[in-house]
């Protein structure tokens, strides 16, 4: 998710274990363990190889529910030592800690970008892909308890703050994550209901089998996106909770699927596989000096053609000889930003709003 809601989150977690006279300082301490997981975006903009490693490395080592767990008692046993605050209520500041830290991975879970949630073991990220990476619905509530209860609570840790202030903070903080963890619940029933119609769609085609999987449209959980995996190609579909009452529509696109597994046997496209599930769309271009390139999609995340993550994959030379040199290369663009938006808001109530 991004940064915000990370920090609302983080802070909303920590400031509801601790002691009230210590919930202002939770509330800062837990936005910033909410966000650290994401400061690995740092760290590889410097030290990574290429683009495939940046990308999918982002959400690994960072985002273990086993490393962040160790990294938590190790930050708990240094603040121990050093702060007041922590050595007066010890057990809830460790929880305070590591609530602030796990869940960050576990919100990321829900999006389609992917989580390695069990590093160091080498299964496939999480992308439970409930929510879109930006939601106004879940982060309004948490941000709204967040500011009432850093304004109810007392300036300094030394004072007392009145019992009625108190609880009045605490059930802000309540309610800002019941309404969020609620929205969450949602999307994930939501979900089920989109899978469900398109099985009944994709069983006519006869893809019921086929590799699939649902994400929602930008900022809503109303309207979703269905993509389905064949060997030539792939199968798009969209539908609206709200407008949709007819069989679920779905739109073949072709995508050069020979090209790319003659190359999957490459360390970097291989990891490149593995982190989108095989949710990739492969297109050969021809550059301007006459040589031929190969271009992946991520199909988990934008919308038909402009894909957030391409990569220009690969160069065929004058022997035709594939090499493999990867690289991102960039589609979107403020203008289709908003376009975008304006045709989701359609979507929504129009099954018949066109991209």
Known sequence: MDSLTQIVLGSSVAALVVPPRHRRMAILAGGILGTLPDLD????????????????????PSHSLLLLTVLGILLWLVL?????????????????IWLALITHPLLDAFTVYGTQLFWPMNTPPVMWATIFIIDPLYTVPLLTGVIAAWRLTSQ?????????????????????????????????????????????SLAVLNLQNAPRFSTPLP???????????????????????????ETMPFTFYPSDNVILEQLISEPQLERLRWF???????????????????ILADLRMGLEPDYLFRYDIAGKDEHGVWSVTPEITQVSTSAKFFNTLSWVWRRIFDSKAIP
């Open 41 to 60: 975006v740092v760290w590889f903009k410097f030290f990574s190889r290429d683009v495939v490693t940046e990308v999918t490395w982002h959400r690994g």
């Open 80 to 96: 121990k030592s050093r702060s007041s605050l922590v050595q007066s209520s010890p057990l809830r500041w460790l929880l305070a």
């Open 156 to 200: 300094s840790s030394q004072q007392t703050n009145e019992p009625g202030r108190d609880r009045a903070a605490r059930n802000w903080l309540v309610a800002g994550l019941l309404v969020s963890s609620v929205y969450l619940a949602w999307s994930v029933g939501a979900k089920a209901l989109i899978d469900r119609t398109a099985s009944k």
């Open 219 to 245: 900022f809503n959980t109303l309207a979703w996106r269905v993509i389905v995996m064949e060997p030539k190609g792939y199968w798009i579909g969209d539908r609206s909770l709200v407008a949709d009452r």
């Open 276 to 294: 989108t599930h095989g949710f990739l769309a492969a297109h050969t271009q021809q550059r301007n000096d006459g040589e031929l390139r190969l």
